[in-house]
C-alpha cells in the first residue's frame, strides 16, 4: 500500500503539466450489476448463448443477422438502463473536478455509466449504444439510436415498423450500432485512436481501472505512456494481459483491489499532495 502511495504521488509531482489519465474497462461497471464479458456469467453468455463473442461479435456476422444483432442490442441497452453508476464512476468525476483540465478518461465500456456519472473529459474507444451509423458508410454521419423503439427482453423481436427507424436516412441501407466490433480495425472518426495516442504520450501516469487488456488500442496506450517516461498502476483484481506484456517495464506497477478502493486511496492522495 504505502509502495503505491509513493507510486501515486510521484505521479501527481510529475503531472503539474502532463496528463493523469484513467483507462477504464468492464471490471468498472461490473460492481453495477452489468457482468463482464468472458466470465461464467458473463454478457456474451447471456445474451449469445448459440455463439462464440469473437464470432458473435463481428460485422460479418451483422451483415448476415441484422435483425438478431439489433434485438441484441435492444436487450443490452435494456440492461445498461436497468444499471446504476457506482461509487468508482462518481469517484472519478470528484478526480476530474480536483484535476481540472489533467484529467483524461478514456473507456472501453458502452453502457453510458460515465456520461450518467457525470464525466466530461472522456473518450469512448470501443463507441456507445447511443448511436448508429450506416452499415454501408455512405457517409461520415451518426445518428441517435431512435427513441422510440422499447428496450427489450433476452427474447423479444424488433416489430417491422421498428426496424423501419433502423434505416440510414440517406441511402436506405440498414444502421449498424456504433461499436467496434472483433473484425474492425480502431480509427479516429468512431474510435479517437489517434486523439488518445496523443493523450497517453504526455501522460505522466497512467491508471488502468477494471481492464483485461484483451484489445490492442489500451495495450498501445500503456505502451506509449511508458515509452515517453510516464507510469502506469494496473488495478485489477488478478493479473490479465496487461500484465504478461508490461510486467517487466521499470514504470508498470499493480494494485490488486478494487477500483473504489484504489480511487478512494488516489482520492485522499490528490487532497494531501501539495502540488495540485
Known amino acids: 500500500m504505502r509502495a503505491i502511495t509513493n507510486i501515486i504521488n510521484e505521479g501527481l509531482t510529475r503531472a503539474r503539466r502532463n496528463n493523469i489519465t484513467f483507462l477504464t474497462g468492464a471490471g468498472v461497471s461490473s460492481a453495477s450489476g452489468i457482468p463482464t464479458y468472458r466470465g461464467a456469467d458473463g454478457i456474451w453468455v447471456k445474451g449469445t448463448k448459440f455463439y462464440k463473442p469473437e ?3 463481428t460485422f460479418k456476422h451483422f451483415s448476415n443477422n441484422a435483425d438478431e444483432v439489433w434485438q441484441y ?46 464525466s466530461k473529459n472522456m473518450y469512448e474507444i470501443h463507441g456507445n449504444l447511443r448511436e448508429m451509423r450506416c452499415s454501408d458508410e455512405c457517409s461520415k454521419e451518426v445518428y441517435d439510436i431512435p427513441r422510440e423503439i422499447p428496450l427489450k427482453d433476452h427474447e423479444e423481436d424488433l416489430t417491422y415498423d421498428e426496424k423501419a427507424l ?49 484489445t490492442n488500442l489500451p495495450n498501445a496506450l500503456v505502451r506509449q505512456t511508458l515509452q515517453y517516461g510516464g507510469s502506469v498502476i494496473d488495478v485489477n483484481l488478478e ?31 490528490i487532497k494531501i499532495n501539495e502540488t495540485i
Open 55 to 57: 464470432s458473435f461479435g
Open 239 to 269: 493479473d490479465n494481459a496487461f500484465t504478461e506484456h508490461f510486467k517487466d517495464k521499470k514504470q508498470y506497477y499493480s494494485y490488486r483491489g478494487s477500483v473504489a478502493e484504489f480511487l478512494d486511496l488516489f482520492e485522499k492522495q
Open 166 to 214: 433502423l434505416v440510414c436516412p440517406r441511402c436506405g441501407e440498414v444502421t449498424r450500432p456504433n461499436i467496434l466490433w472483433f473484425d474492425e480495425y480502431y480509427n479516429e472518426r468512431n474510435f479517437k485512436v489517434d486523439t488518445t495516442l496523443r493523450i497517453a504520450k504526455n501522460t505522466s501516469l497512467l491508471m488502468i481501472l477494471g481492464s483485461s487488456g484483451a
Open 73 to 118: 442490442t435492444f436487450f443490452r441497452k435494456k440492461m445498461f438502463a436497468e444499471a446504476k453508476p457506482n461509487e468508482a464512476h462518481f469517484s472519478l468525476v470528484s478526480i476530474e473536478k480536483e484535476l481540472k483540465e489533467r484529467f483524461h478518461l478514456i473507456t472501453q465500456n458502452i453502457d453510458n455509466l460515465h456520461q450518467r456519472a457525470g
